[in-house]
């Protein structure tokens, strides 16, 4: 089946540095990937929607210059958190949407876990 | 925007014993509804879905059902194990959209 790959599974790092989180589709090409975010004992909130070759779609309350995201190609998104603060530290997943037509569905990574001391 | 309800937020069920876990949506044109299972520290893994043109669909011990004049959607699962404990959430996806909306989420127990 599809498999989505999330590099890094964890990840600690200091206030105000930035952090890349990649989302690899690694037997599908994903033309949209989907960003969440999910705190401890919540549902996964949707950040973004990330199209390839396009400027990503941003839920609102996200703020688009703190959490970027590049979709430069079929198979990787992107999420890069600029200067990271300890409220950032989540569980971050990614999502690629795989199929065409009527026949689709939605794989997810296996998340990251940010930490920001 | 879609909106998922999710219902119970906790579950505990003897070994054995089934399991129900129900939704509603709010959007009336939603087609595609998955059911996604995380362990804690994973990332969701889907285990069924369903389109808004079957009312029922079945894979061995797991089971969802749609009702699209009631708008909501229900998981079943039966004989559970220990291995079935864990979170589990719902999502629909509107027709107009290309994102999927998740329910806030039901952590399942099974007792042995």
């Known amino acids: 089946g599809a498999v989505v790959s999330q590099h890094p599974s964890r990840v600690i790092c200091k206030s105000g540095t930035s952090v890349k989180i990649e989302c690899r589709s690694l037997?599908?090409?994903?033309?949209?990937m989907f960003w969440y975010r999910q705190f401890p004992k919540q549902s996964l909130m949707l950040m973004a929607t990330s199209n390839e070759g396009s400027k990503a779609t941003y839920e609102q309350g996200v703020e688009k210059d703190k959490f970027l995201i590049n979709h430069a190609s079929l198979t990787l998104s992107t999420l890069t958190v600029t200067s990271a603060h300890p409220e950032d530290s989540s569980f971050y997943i990614c999502?690629?949407?795989?199929?065409?037509?009527?026949?689709?569905?939605?794989?997810f990574g296996s998340g990251t876990r940010l930490t920001v001391v | 925007g879609e909106n998922v309800e999710q219902h119970p937020s906790t579950l505990s069920v003897q070994e054995g014993d089934s399991a129900v876990i129900k939704c509603t949506y709010s959007d009336s044109a939603s087609n595609y509804f998955p059911w996604y299972k995380q362990e804690l520290g994973k990332g969701p893994q889907l285990i069924i879905d369903i389109r808004s043109n079957v009312g029922e669909k079945k894979d061995q011990r797991i089971a969802v059902t749609l009702n699209k004049t009631a708008k909501h959607f229900s998981l079943h699962i039966t004989e559970t194990q220990p291995e079935d404990s864990a979170v589990y959430f719902c999502?629909?996806?509107?027709?107009?959209?290309?994102?999927?909306?998740f329910g806030s989420g039901t952590r399942l127990s099974i007792r042995p």
């Open positions: 037997d599908f090409q994903a033309t949209t």
């Open positions: 999502s690629a949407r795989e199929g065409s037509g009527a026949n689709y569905g939605y794989t």
């Open positions: 999502a629909a996806k509107s027709l107009s959209a290309s994102k999927i909306i």
